[in-house]
Each structure stands twice: as C-alpha cells, then as structure tokens.
C-alpha cells in the first residue's frame, strides 16, 4: 500500500477494544475508504474513551534509511495536534533519515499526545539545513506529550564534530541538540535512545512538570559538547533509572531550574552531574530544589560539580541542593565547587563570580578518586559558600597509595560522620 501525499483519499483504520473489564478485551478490526480525514486508526479504549492513532508510514514514511522522511513526520503530526482527545503518533521499526523537524503545539483539544516510537530516526549530516541553535528534533509547546517505545535518535554527529568550535570559540555557532524539549507542560519520557548527537542529546528548556526513565544515552567520551541531557528555566523535573555515556556533563543544570530531580543514574565516560555553568549572563535565573541520589558514576571527569564563572555580568543564586548516595568510581575530581570555571585556555577571573552558593548537601559519597584532591571546595572570594554540609564521604585514592586530600577556598563548610579525604583545616 502507498499513500500520495496531498491526496484526499485515505484509508481509515478503526480497531474497537471490547474492555471485559481488564485485559484480554476482543479486538476487531475492519477497513473502509474515507474521503476527508488523514490516514488514521481509531482505538476505542472501552469506557466511552478512544485514542486516535496517526502512523507516520500511512503519510508516506519510507523508512529505508536514505529518503528523507521529514515530510511524512510533518504532515502526520499536524494532524494529530489538530484533533480531539487522547492520540498517538506511531512511528513503526524500520530506519528513518530525518531532517531538523519541530513537533510544534499547541494541540489545543488534545488532552494526551503519545509518540510511539520504535523506530531508528537518523540525522541528515547535511548541516546547512540546520539552524544554529534549535534542536534536530525539536518538541514546543506541548500539553501532555508521552514520548516512548524504545526507539533510537541518532545524530551522525561524527561527521559535525569537526565543524563544533565552542571548546576554544565563547562565540561558537551551537550545533544542533537531538531532541530539544521548549516549553513544554507534563511530559513523560520513557524507553527511549540518543546516540552520538551532534551537540547535546537532550535539552529542557522553560519545560514544567517533565519525567524522564529509562533513557539510554551514548556517545564517544571525546565527542564535543555531547551533553548527556541539559535542563534550563525548567521547574518539576524528575529523571530516573537511565544510563548516560558521553563526551561531556552526563547531566547539566543550568539556570533558572528548581524542583529537579536526578536517580538511579549510571554516568561514565562523561564529565559527570554538573551544576551551571552558571553567572555566563546577564539576568540568570536561580537554580533551587535540586536533589540528585542513588548514582553510580565510572571513569568520569566529575562526579559532583558545581560551575559557576568568575567575570559574572550578574548574581544569581544557587541553592538548597542535596547530593546523596553516590558511588564514585575512578572519578577524577568527586566532589568539586569552582567557582572560577573556565572551559578555555584563560578567562578572565576579576571580578570573582557573583554566583551565590548556599545550602549544600553531600551525604553518603563513597568510592575512589583518580587525583589526589577528592573534595574541592573552592568558592568566590566575593560572596563565600554559606551552609555546606558533608556527611559520611568516604573516598580512596584509586591506585591503593596514601589518603586524597581536600582544598578549600572561601567557604566554612560543615563535617559529619566519616570524611575521607579529612577536611580541610
Ligand atoms: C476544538 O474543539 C472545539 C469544540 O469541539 C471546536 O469548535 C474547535 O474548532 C476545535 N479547535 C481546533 C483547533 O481543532
Ligand atoms: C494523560 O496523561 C497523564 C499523564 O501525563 C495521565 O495521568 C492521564 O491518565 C492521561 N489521560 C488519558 C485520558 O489518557
Ligand atoms: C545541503 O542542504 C542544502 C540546503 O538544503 C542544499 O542546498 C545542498 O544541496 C545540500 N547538500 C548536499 C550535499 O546534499
Ligand atoms: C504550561 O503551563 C503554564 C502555566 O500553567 C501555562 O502558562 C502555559 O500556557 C502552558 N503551556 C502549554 C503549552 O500548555
Ligand atoms: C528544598 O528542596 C526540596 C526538594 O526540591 C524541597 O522539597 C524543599 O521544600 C526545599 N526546601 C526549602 C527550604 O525550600
Ligand atoms: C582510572 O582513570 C584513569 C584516567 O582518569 C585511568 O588512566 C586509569 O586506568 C583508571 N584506573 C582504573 C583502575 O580504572
């Protein structure tokens, strides 16, 4: 069967689910020609609910891994957000080459939208179609989107590194993420894949209310800028049960977040959970109510770091922020605070960061260091760390010889239970 795009004539789908009260219910499915609405099923759920069903192959989807399939994506999604009620866009197995696309809202009668994706989604590596700084895949202004299925994302991004100057140029043009979330309330993610994106693999941006689980992410450990999955201006973000492998922060918490929270990660290689870099611009937001427990990092640059510039053409605060239950494994700098981050060669650090870190919890971190110094501390001379509490961290040095060490600026931090390294005096 093949669909011409365009053409009115489409063939509808109706599945009718007989719920006998749980599972088993009869399914029947027949067909029909319609002569006004897309190729679509329709999935009566029983209860009086049903589910629109939008299969992005019935809009010409070729998935045969080198004819582009944008079109098809586009034209199956405009009509699933334009309808009623609960819908779901499936996009089948089989490998789809993608360009930059945007899964745009908002679907004003759509209550839920559920993208099932099974498929293996390929990037175009033709980057004069992108623009810099949005996403390949780009979700906005959304209500109610459940993205999962256990599909892949992958972004070529072999062929873009090359081109990604922002290690050495403050001014770079940003690649594109692989899948951008802007604006966008109650969303689930689950089951899902990023490979070797072509700059971040997942970003968050002015996103509320946002579950990711069981999300595996992957790219080489010296793949630039390769953020595992970055969060910004967001609020009521909950990610869990995921592994991240990557060139740079697993996890990256930029400004203006609060009430985020990060579990049962595995990190490595990866520059490990970051906080910031915050204080880069002017009018930063806070970052606030952040909990990040129960991870495992290896062979990570970082485990715990906290970023912020010195030079800050603003303040802004970060604060009440919990670490807890973290294994370190062979993880260069564990527990790190620099409040003078610089990613180049020199940066400007007068005057000192304006970032203000306050209310600091690390309990229960365990495991070994690769460098000497297993607890950095190092605060801004202008506005001291304030409340930093270290509970029961026990850190060895990797290679079996004496004790790590702890350094320590601008802050009077606060020491419970066990501390290995021992504080600083
Ligand atoms: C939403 O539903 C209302 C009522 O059924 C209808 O009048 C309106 O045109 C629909 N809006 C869109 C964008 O489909
Ligand atoms: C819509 O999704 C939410 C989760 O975001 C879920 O709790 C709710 O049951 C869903 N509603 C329908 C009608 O599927
Ligand atoms: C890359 O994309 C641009 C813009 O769409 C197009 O003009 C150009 O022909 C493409 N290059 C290749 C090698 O396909
Ligand atoms: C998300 O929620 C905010 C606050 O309730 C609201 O202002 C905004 O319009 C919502 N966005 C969408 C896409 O529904
Ligand atoms: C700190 O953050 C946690 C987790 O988000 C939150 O439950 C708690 O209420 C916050 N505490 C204060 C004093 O804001
Ligand atoms: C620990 O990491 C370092 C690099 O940071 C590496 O050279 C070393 O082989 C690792 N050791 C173990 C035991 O994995």
């Known amino acids: 069967m093949s669909f011409e795009l365009g053409t009115k004539l489409f063939l509808v789908l109706f599945i009718v689910c007989f719920n006998g009260g749980g599972s088993g219910g009869v399914v029947i499915a027949r067909a029909r020609q319609m002569t006004t609405a897309g190729p679509k099923t329709a999935l009566h759920l029983g209860g009086g609910r049903k589910s629109l069903i939008f299969n992005v192959k019935s809009f010409g989807a070729r998935a045969d891994g080198t004819t582009d399939d944008t079109r098809a994506f586009k034209a199956a999604w405009k009509q699933a957000c334009e ?93 594109p993420t692989n899948v951008k979330f802007v604006a966008m309330n109650r969303t689930v993610v689950r089951g899902i894949t990023s490979v070797d994106s072509k700059f971040f693999h997942i970003a968050l941006v002015e996103c ?10 992957s790219a080489p450990a010296n793949s630039p800028n390769t953020d595992g999955i970055h969060i910004e201006r967001s609020s009521g973000v909950y990610f869990s049960r995921s592994h991240i492998g990557t060139g740079d922060d697993c996890i990256s918490i930029g400004q203006g977040n609060s009430q985020v929270t990060v579990t049962s990660i595995t990190c490595g290689p990866g520059h490990g959970i970051s906080v910031g870099s915050l204080g880069r611009y002017r009018n930063e937001g806070d970052v606030k109510g952040l909990v990040v ?10 485990g715990i770091r906290i970023k912020t510039w010195a030079n800050s053409p603003g303040s802004s605060a970060a604060t009440n922020m919990t670490f807890k239950n973290i294994v370190m494994n062979n993880v260069t700098n564990p527990i790190i605070i620099d409040q003078e981050y610089c990613p180049f060669t020199s940066c400007p650090t007068n005057p000192p960061s304006q970032v203000k870190l306050s209310d600091i919890y690390f309990k229960n971190i365990r495991g ?16 001291p760390c304030q409340n930093i509490y270290l509970e029961n961290v026990h850190l060895d040095l990797s290679s ?10 601008n802050v009077d931090a606060k020491y419970f239970g066990t501390q290995i390294p021992p504080p600083c005096a």
């Open 83 to 175: 309808t009623t009620g609960t819908v779901s866009l499936v996009i089948p197995r089989g490998v789809y080459l993608i360009g930059p696309i945007k899964f745009a809202g908002p679907c004003k009668n759509v209550s839920n939208i559920t993208i099932h994706m099974k498929g293996y989604l390929k990037a175009t590596t033709n980057l004069s179609k992108y623009s810099f700084g949005s996403g390949w895949v780009e979700f906005g202004w959304v209500e109610g989107l459940t993205l999962t299925g256990g599909g892949t994302f992958d972004g070529q991004g072999v062929k873009a590194w090359p081109y990604n100057s922002c290690p050495t140029d403050l001014n770079c043009k940003l690649l």
């Open 208 to 217: 509320n209310n946002f579950k990711g689980s069981k999300i595996k992410i």
């Open 293 to 302: 427990k129960d991870s495992i990092m290896t062979g990570t640059a970082n």
């Open 368 to 383: 070994t260091s690769s460098s000497a110094v297993a607890v950095a501390l190092e605060c801004s001379k202008k506005i």
């Open 400 to 409: 079996g010889e004496k004790l790590p060490t702890s350094s320590c600026k």
